[in-house]
């Protein structure tokens, strides 16, 4: 079973930048597809940014196209999650997880393992 732990968030102002990291153990890492997914305060959780087991393939929510980037590096068993132009409605904890599937999915029902999840906070 893969376990999945993430870092890098923290708290920042509307504009600025965070970079996520998703560490992963176990060997088959590098052949599940992997997603980005957030829960703001009082919503339910919802899908921000997926990749396929290559890296070749991404997919990202309307919400954060063009300024969200999805990323992996199989070598070091980690996903990563580039966030520019952060906005106050970024605000949320955000959590990885690994689909043990050969495609990926922008379903949270989808995906096997979680991480525990980072908190990301963006104040106007």
């Known amino acids: 079973q893969v376990q999945l732990v993430e870092s890098g968030g923290g708290s920042v102002q509307a504009g600025g930048s965070l970079r996520l990291s998703c560490a992963a153990s176990g060997r088959t890492f590098s052949t599940y597809p992997m997603g980005w997914f957030r829960q703001a305060p009082g919503k339910e959780r919802e899908f921000v940014a997926g990749?396929?087991?290559?890296?070749?393939?991404?997919l990202y929510a309307d919400s954060v196209k063009g300024r969200f980037t999805i990323s992996r590096d199989n070598a070091q068993f980690t996903v990563y999650l580039q966030m520019n132009s952060l906005k106050p409605e970024d605000t949320a904890v955000y959590s990885c997880?690994?689909?043990?599937?050969?495609?990926?999915?922008?379903?949270?029902?989808?995906?096997?393992?979680w991480g525990q999840g980072t908190q990301v906070t963006v104040s106007s």
């Open positions: 990749i396929n087991w290559n890296g070749g393939s991404t």
């Open positions: 997880a690994a689909r043990k599937a050969m495609y990926g999915s922008i379903s949270i029902s989808a995906y096997d393992a």
